[in-house]
């Protein structure tokens, strides 16, 4: 079911703008003149009743005291780039190795930070062990039972959303091919994976996650299509996320993203679920130059305005910290700067656009409603239209 964030926004945007205005009149009351620091983008979202994450690395990245310092200044949640995947957390059919994602859980609990749990089921980063095996139905449930038990019954508690199944459905008609579909079925291997994952985990938000799946598109409607298969059988799924690896490109108008996004959550609302953004980034061709940074931070802006405006959306995760922290150069060669902090953790114009936005966002235009034309026209009912124009 879809949380209630409205009312959760609602409550930490009066304490954010009491804070702030608390500030404002002891600063104003005759202390001493001091500049303050500007508002970090944690705050600012904390402001607005929004989670904003990034993707945590692993070591020797987690011990450097600037990127823990930036990490925890600027962002509210976490979630591990990698460490939670089957492969590394789960390297020999009988040994788990949590030393990682522990650190990671750790870093963030101590900073209240939340955390996003990433992932439970995917066809990428298995082990060895469990891609080369040859596994029947039944051995393939336990393994992928057992797992689950071991890894989401670990965390229990701490994690506010899992991922509980990646990137499942394939670039034509059929299934993305991994361990779970050749042995279990599909979509039946999904629905194994969410059902155990509610039992290891009751308090955790169970999410489906894939990419691609932002606006409007073929692939889009295939997951909606999975995932409303998913709610008409009664599985325990509450949300589904939008990770968002995003171009330059991707934003032609400066409405069409948040528009095309507030349609995609709409109908995910419409089922009783939730959205999350949860893993963006904005690839540029590189060397960028500054007309590019400019559009970048137009598509940041538009992403993190149509979550603050979807009544289902109350979370923003980046894939990754700083320009030197991102996965896009090493897998998109030739693209990169994709993220709000440059390689020196130096603030970008889409780490401002999108601290200008969170700072004094734009009202949720209100629907239009279409008056009749004449009293002599006879209209069954006032016609109310979105106007997600923004
Ligand atoms: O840690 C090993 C290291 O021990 C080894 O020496 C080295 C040799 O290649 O590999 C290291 O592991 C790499 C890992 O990143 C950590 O750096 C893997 O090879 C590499 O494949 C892995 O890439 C990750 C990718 O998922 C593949 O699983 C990226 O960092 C990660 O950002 C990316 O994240 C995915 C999300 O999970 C799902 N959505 C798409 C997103 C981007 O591809």
Redesign the pocket.
């Known amino acids: 079911m879809a949380r209630s964030r409205g009312r959760h926004r609602t409550l930490t945007s009066v304490a954010g703008s009491l804070a702030l205005l608390v500030g404002t009149v002891l600063v104003g009351a005759g202390a001493p003149a001091q500049a303050q620091p500007p508002p970090t983008l944690r705050e600012l979202a904390a402001a607005q009743g929004l989670h904003l994450g990034a ?1 945590v690395a ?1 070591p020797p990245t987690l011990a450097d005291p600037t990127y823990r310092e930036v990490l925890t200044r600027e962002f509210s949640m976490g979630t591990s ?2 460490d939670m ?1 089957w492969g ?1 957390i789960h390297p020999a059919p009988d040994t788990y190795a949590f030393a990682n994602a522990d650190a990671q859980a750790a870093l963030l609990a101590d900073n209240a930070m939340a955390m996003r749990g ?2 439970l089921a ?1 066809h ?2 298995n082990p060895d062990w469990l891609t080369s095996g040859t596994w029947t139905r039944d051995e393939a449930i336990g393994l992928l039972e057992d797992h689950i038990d071991a890894v989401a019954g670990r965390y229990a508690g701490r994690i506010v959303e899992w991922d509980v199944v ?2 499942a459905v394939g670039l034509g008609d059929d299934p993305w091919p991994n361990p779970w579909s050749a042995s279990i079925g599909y979509p039946d291997y999904l629905d194994v994976a969410f059902h155990r994952a509610r039992l290891a985990d009751p308090s955790a938000q169970l999410f489906y ?1 894939d ?1 691609g799946i932002e606006l409007a598109n073929p692939r889009a409607d295939a997951v909606y299509d999975l995932v409303r298969g998913m709610v008409g059988r009664g599985v325990p799924i509450d949300g589904v996320g939008f ?1 968002a ?1 995003l171009s330059v490109d991707s934003c032609p108008t400066p409405t069409s993203c948040t528009d095309g996004l507030l349609t995609e959550m709409a109908r995910y609302e419409a089922l009783g679920l939730q959205v999350s953004i949860t ?1 963006l980034d904005v690839a540029i061709p590189l060397p960028a130059d500054a007309d590019e940074l400019a559009r970048q931070a137009d598509v940041y802006r538009q992403v993190v305005l149509a979550c603050l405006w979807a009544p289902n959306c109350d979370t923003v995760v980046l ?2 910290v700083s320009d030197a922290h991102s ?1 896009i150069p ?2 998109r060669p030739g693209w990169g700067a994709a993220l709000l902090l440059d390689e020196q953790y130096q603030p970008k114009p889409a780490y401002d656009a999108v601290a200008a936005l969170l700072a004094d966002p734009p009202a949720l235009p209100a629907p239009t409603t279409t008056v009749p034309a004449s009293p002599t026209t006879v209209a069954p009912a006032a016609q109310v239209t979105p106007a997600f124009t923004g």
Do not use: L, S, T
């Open positions: 993707a692993g780039e990698n995947k590394p990433h992932n995917w990428m980063q990646n990137e996650n990419f990770q690896h893993e894939w990754g996965w090493g897998f």
